[in-house]
C-alpha cells in the first residue's frame, strides 16, 4: 500500500473509533488524537526508510533483490496488537488510551 493509503486507513480508523466511542474529549485532544491515528496507521511503513537505506535503492523489490520490506517486524501485526494492548492495559490516563 502506498504511504497516502495508510495515512488515509489512519485517519479513517481514528474518526470511526471516536464517532463509535464517542469520549469527553475537548476539540484539541480530539485533533491530538487524529494525528496519532494518521501516525500509526502509517507506522507498519517506517521501515521501508531502513530498506532504502540498507539496500541502496528505491525499488522495493527487484529481480536482484528478493527481500521486501514488508518481511521487517514492523510489518508484524501482532506486533502491532502487542503495542496497542500495551499501552491500553499500562495507561493511566483514558486520554493515552
Known amino acids: 500500500m502506498l504511504p497516502t493509503g495508510h495515512v488515509a486507513g489512519g485517519y479513517l480508523t481514528g474518526i470511526v473509533l471516536l464517532k463509535i466511542l464517542k469520549p469527553e474529549f475537548n476539540p484539541n485532544e480530539i485533533n491530538g488524537l487524529i494525528v496519532w491515528a494518521v501516525f500509526f496507521g502509517f507506522a507498519p511503513d ?47 490516563d483514558l486520554y493515552i488510551k
Do not use: C, Q
Open 46 to 92: 517506517l521501515d521501508v526508510f531502513w530498506f532504502f537505506f540498507k539496500n541502496k535503492t528505491m525499488l522495493v523489490a527487484s529481480s536482484t533483490n528478493e527481500t521486501s520490506h514488508r518481511k521487517f517486524i514492523g510489518h508484524a501485526p501482532l506486533l502491532w496488537l502487542v503495542v496497542g494492548f500495551g499501552i491500553y492495559f499500562l495507561a493511566n
